[in-house]
């Protein structure tokens, strides 16, 4: 399994980034955020099988994540952002169908990560 990701970059408060996540093959994917000195945070996932999505609270309602299986990427669309969305953000798989990112225990494929910095 090989993952991808890339998009990241600055972009001023209340801004918008896409994040993608490159793959060599269909998987159910989960984004997950880091801040140094501060746990692993997961932020979105979308399952494998049926598409379906979960997000935490934390993002709910201005993160979108999409898939184009055609291209075998999966993108994190990202809107109204804040200081606090600032991390490196990480895309991951592991050996599962329906995802979750309540935890990261399962996930266990990386991608390097992608830095979002946000001004405020």
């Known amino acids: 399994v090989q993952l991808q990701a890339s998009g990241g970059g600055l972009v001023q408060f209340g801004g918008s980034l896409r994040l993608s996540c490159a793959a060599n093959g269909v998987y159910a994917i989960g984004w997950f955020r880091q801040v140094p000195g501060k746990e692993r945070e997961g932020v979105a996932c979308?399952?494998?099988?049926?598409?379906?999505?979960y997000y935490s609270d934390s993002v709910k309602g201005r993160f979108t994540i999409s898939r184009d299986n055609a291209l075998l990427t999966v993108y994190l669309q990202m809107h109204s952002l804040k200081p606090e969305d600032a991390a490196v953000y990480y895309c991951a798989t592991g050996d599962f169908s329906v995802c979750t990112v309540k935890s990261d225990t399962y996930y266990t494929y990386w991608g390097q990560g992608t830095q979002v910095t946000v001004s405020s």
């Open positions: 979308i399952s494998k099988s049926d598409e379906s999505t």
